[in-house]
């Protein structure tokens, strides 16, 4: 299972982004997705998480501003990033969590995406 994130990019404060993550691969089901981030010097820290039901977590600093999608059809996970703030700047990971292989024989999975880099400037 390969997960590929995109859509970051150099915004200015108050602007907008939309992340997406694609998993791919034979996948069976994808039970949690989310989404850190790590800033430079800094720890990589939970930003959201969407369950399959479409359950929805949020770190305090993004409540409000970032929304957490899916599309199960796709095996898609977005991050539409509003009121962006120049500590939100980091380099933003998915992670997905489920499933995969053929029927007859099923494994877990959890894996990461490569990052995709999102810059606010004042």
């Known amino acids: 299972v390969q997960l590929q994130a995109s859509g970051g990019g150099l915004v200015q404060s108050g602007g907008s982004l939309r992340l997406s993550c694609a998993a791919s691969?034979?996948?069976?089901?994808?039970?949690?997705m989310a989404w850190y981030r790590q800033a430079p010097g800094k720890q990589r820290e939970l930003v959201a998480t969407?369950?399959?039901?479409?359950?929805?977590n949020y770190a305090d600093s993004v409540k409000g501003r970032f929304t957490i999608s899916r599309d199960n059809t796709v095996n898609t996970m977005y991050l539409q990033m509003n009121s962006l703030k120049p500590e939100d700047t980091a380099v933003y990971y998915c992670?997905?969590?489920?499933?995969?292989?053929?029927?007859?024989?099923?494994?877990?999975?959890?894996?990461w995406g490569q990052g995709t880099e999102v810059t606010v400037s004042s």
């Open positions: 691969g034979r996948i069976r089901y994808i039970n949690t």
């Open positions: 992670n997905a969590q489920g499933s995969y292989g053929p029927v007859e024989r099923q494994y877990d999975f959890e894996n």
């Open positions: 969407i369950v399959s039901s479409g359950s929805t």
